[in-house]
């Protein structure tokens, strides 16, 4: 129930208020580790990406986890930006925190190393230029070595790769300084423009999905995942339609900037209603995802439904924080047109 699915019929869970379903779950997750560890099973080693992206009701969890650190049996590594200590000031803690440097120079040239690995030796001048242009950055670092083969200066068709470029040369190659630069470079080399349709669907989007907002659209995704642009997910959230992801967040943000403001808005639109159709009966699971789809389409009626409901399941969770977030959003959106909702809305964000 806690995590979104629908078991409000269960004898368990009847009666109880969501503040007591979510401290009973958190018990039950604490209690189930503390289970393993008697069980003299391997230490649980968890870890948890990105966490900057993570929504406030998995934070809070985590934060459980902190709390009782002391009794859990378990080893928890989180990596996130920085941005994350704005909402959870007291994890930055010396004792608990590692903060992330750019590579160092041998640092950098041993990642060179094994990124090249296929090449054999690999010439000191293409290390050099890998770690001098990176400046400590490893994805930049990753994608440059993408865009050298893109560019046909490696050869990767084999096992066995081979630079095909004068070495002299190298340091002429015209290369984007930037990050953003190169990513939208190796972009702009693909044959298609489809990357910035599946980009509008989220860094996670389906195949049925990018055939809804154009029939041909599939048909590039071979040519993005060659390019490392995005991969295939082992299981899907909907039955019958294959699920992929971009390579990196940073990636879906610079493919999503590829489109118009015109071809955005129509991309969010057919998404939303493609999410509306196939989430009967799903509960509230992707009802903030289709209101984010509605409200950039334009479609607003939709886009207040799906954020009051969303609202109200996160209230059902005890994730009042989120929910109340929820509700604003629905309130901006209908503003003026229905004073009894915004009262019925106004009502439910001071609750």
Sequence with gaps: QLSGLDFGDSPELRGLDP?????????????????????GRALPVLLVEDLHWADDGSLDLLQDWLAHAAELPLVLLMTARPTLLARRPDWGTPETTVTLQPLAATQGSELAQALLQHLGEVPQQLSALLVGRAEGNPYYMEELVRRLIDDGVIDATASQWTVQLQLHRLDTLRLPTT???????RLDALPADDAGLAGGIGHVFWDDALQALDAQAPQALPALQRAAFVKARDTSDFEGTAEHQFDHHLLHQVTYDTLLKAERKLGHGAAARWLQARTQGRGAEFLAITGEHAERAGETALAIDCFEQAGQDAQTRFANAIAQSYFRRALA?????????????LSKVAT
């Design 19 to 39: 503040r007591s379903l979510r401290d009973q779950a958190f018990a039950a997750v604490r209690a189930g580790l503390q289970a393993l560890a008697a069980a």
């Design 333 to 345: 959106l209908l503003g003026e047109a229905d004073p009894g909702r915004s009262f019925d809305l």
């Design 179 to 185: 990050l953003v630069g190169l990513l939208q470079a």
